[in-house]
């Protein structure tokens, strides 16, 4: 199974606000850099959540920062995207810096439904490229992406095959289909969702899978559920505790062992919606460390 991860080009770490898809691209991007797989964990809208679970500080946007050891960061601003792809597609460099100053052109580009999330995963694309089109840039061989909440997550990975549909021809179109194809393609891209076993979580998630379906023809490829609660009682022991729950420690403890009976059930919906059993990970009294939780992936991926 982390054979079948490592090959992608893109894993894409998606799902509902708050269920720590961040903290899991992080110790995913971990995971791939020991295998030795050069790595960046790439986040959007100017967020440097990564590095700060790394006890680093916040590089400028597009700057690409070695964390550890085959292990790299990037954060993505629209703006930076878009005066990047200018310069790759237009010959002359003072028009470029025109159209950088130009108001108008800012707004408008501001203003186009759907343009953010196109210049966004356009950058994407290109750090999956083995031949970069950012000078002097080495490639990767693996692009984590923590992306955001699930909604705009699958807006991001739709926006070139809309905006190709929509133009129909010409360089926008073309590059749309180039990079609708990296995304649609399961051999290259990887959507891995993130969710708490609880209703309303898990929900959301069959939600995404369907929306991802419709969107670019991709499958759920793997489903963390975070934050388990550990077991804690065979039926038997919770039988015998009963009779003694009017000790405020036992009905805590028994209020405890019925929320990871509800999360069991929970796991069980998750596990149809990937067509395979959900990666685990527990709770973390006093938040989550990188390399425990990056051990913990490793071991359930190799096994």
Do not use: C
């Not at 790595?39 to 700060?52: G, L, N, Y």
């Not at 700057?63 to 010959?91: C, M």
């Not at 439904?113 to 694309?125: A, D, I, N, Q």
Request: glycine share 8%; charged share 25%; aromatic share 4%.
């Amino acid at each position: 199974m982390l054979s079948d991860l490592l090959a992608k080009r893109l894993l894409v770490v998606t799902g509902k606000g708050g269920v720590g898809k961040t903290t899991v691209a992080a110790a995913l991007g971990l995971v791939a850099a020991r295998a030795g797989k050069r790595t960046i964990v790439a986040e959007v809208a100017r967020r440097s959540d990564v590095a700060s679970a790394f006890d680093r500080e916040g590089s400028e946007p597009f700057d690409e920062v070695e964390l550890a050891d085959n292990l790299f960061h990037i954060s993505i601003d629209p703006q930076d995207a878009l005066e990047e792809y200018l310069r790759d597609q237009l010959p002359s460099g003072p028009f470029v810096d025109v159209l950088k100053r130009s108001r108008m052109f800012g707004l408008l580009s501001a203003a186009t439904p759907g343009m953010r999330e196109l210049l966004t995963v356009g950058k994407l694309w290109e750090l999956a490229q083995l031949d970069r089109r950012t000078p002097g840039a080495s490639a990767y061989d693996l692009v984590v992406v923590d992306a955001p909440a699930t909604g705009h997550g699958v807006a991001i990975l739709k926006a070139p095959r809309t905006f190709a549909a929509a133009a129909g021809g010409g360089p926008i179109a073309r590059q749309g289909k180039i990079i609708d194809a990296t995304l649609s393609d399961p051999e290259q891209t990887g959507v891995i969702a993130v969710a708490r076993a609880e209703e309303l979580a898990v929900t959301e998630t069959g939600a995404l899978r369907r929306a991802l379906h419709a969107a670019i023809g991709l499958g759920l490829e793997q489903v963390v559920a975070n934050a388990l609660e550990p077991d804690r009682f065979t039926p038997s022991e919770a039988a015998a505790l009963e009779e003694h729950r009017e000790h405020r420690a036992v009905a805590l403890a028994l209020s405890g062992h019925r929320r990871a009976l509800r999360q069991r059930a929970q796991m069980a919906r998750l596990r149809k919606l990937a067509g395979r059993k959900p990666l685990r990970l527990a709770l973390h009294p006093g938040g989550a460390d990188l390399e425990q939780l990056a051990d913990e992936l490793q071991a359930q991926l190799t096994r």
